[in-house]
């Protein structure tokens, strides 16, 4: 599904397994409620006063998680990157305004820990107690594939025993002109539990895999399309076969261990 185009990495791939996946829309109408919905499925239980501030795409990104990890018992040694898309683009707009009229006094300092790019991965770590890399990785559109690679990157450096993927954003952006509008927006998120590819003894792995080729190695892939949310959608429910992805960008590229 991407290809890594830099010419300066040898060709390669890795395999990973999947061990857990959702898919998730919500109206941006119907977020407060799952605000209130959400302790219940947490490890570690949120704050009133979190709960109160946290951006929508990470309050996604935390149901994401549950759906996803469902069935791993342990996850203090994973952990979590999120891609969000234009994360507190709404309350940072706002917050241009304020500054207009009343300057620096005007601004909540929440802005920082709450809608920043590594605000949701952050949250959920805290969340779900994840010891493992935590991290923002994109933020634009058209830069979703920079959590898959910032990703099996991670783990083939041994940063977590296991990651969970996140993609969230809106299905079509606001305008920031029209906010009013903001309630009748759909909100959509996307996960990934994965792990390291582990030899069994058997002919069959008992998870479907997750293939990711480089360079001269990207060829005949099942699935060819740009990484976004739309097409992580258009993926089969519960991955019932392998699925092989072409890793289509050049950013991190420096971070891609030399031994894979």
Not at 130 to 154: D, K, P, W, Y
Not at 210 to 221: E, G
Request: aromatic share 10%; with cysteine.
């Amino acid at each position: 599904m991407f290809k890594l185009v830099s010419e300066g990495i040898s060709s390669g791939n890795s395999s990973y397994q999947i061990l857990g996946f959702s898919k998730f829309t919500i109206l941006s109408s119907e977020i407060a409620k799952l605000r209130t919905e959400l302790n219940p499925s947490l490890p570690n239980p949120l704050s009133t006063s979190i709960l109160k501030y946290l951006d929508d795409q990470t309050a996604i990104a935390l149901q994401c998680t549950h759906q996803a990890t469902k069935e791993i018992k342990n996850l203090a040694n994973w952990g979590v990157i999120v891609s969000p898309k234009h994360p507190g683009r709404k309350r940072v707009a706002g917050a241009f305004d304020k500054f207009k009229l009343e300057s620096a006094w005007g601004i909540s300092p929440h802005l920082v820990p709450y809608d920043s790019l590594h605000a949701p991965s952050g949250i959920v770590s805290l969340a779900y107690q994840m010891n493992g890399i935590n991290l923002g990785a994109g933020g634009f559109a058209g830069m979703e594939g920079q959590g898959l690679l910032a990703g099996f990157t991670s783990l083939e450096n041994n940063f977590a025993e296991g990651l969970v993927l996140i993609w969230t954003g809106y299905q079509e952006e606001f305008s920031l002109y029209h906010l009013e509008n903001h309630n009748n927006q759909i909100i959509e998120g996307y996960a990934l539990a994965i792990t390291k590819q582990k030899k069994t003894n058997g002919n069959k792995n008992p998870y479907p895999g997750l293939n990711i080729s480089w360079n001269k190695n990207a060829k005949n892939t099942a699935y060819v399309a740009p990484l976004s949310l739309e097409n992580l959608f258009k993926i089969p429910d519960n991955f019932q076969t392998d699925w092989t992805f072409q890793i289509a960008i050049n950013m991190l590229a420096d971070f891609i261990p030399a031994s894979i």
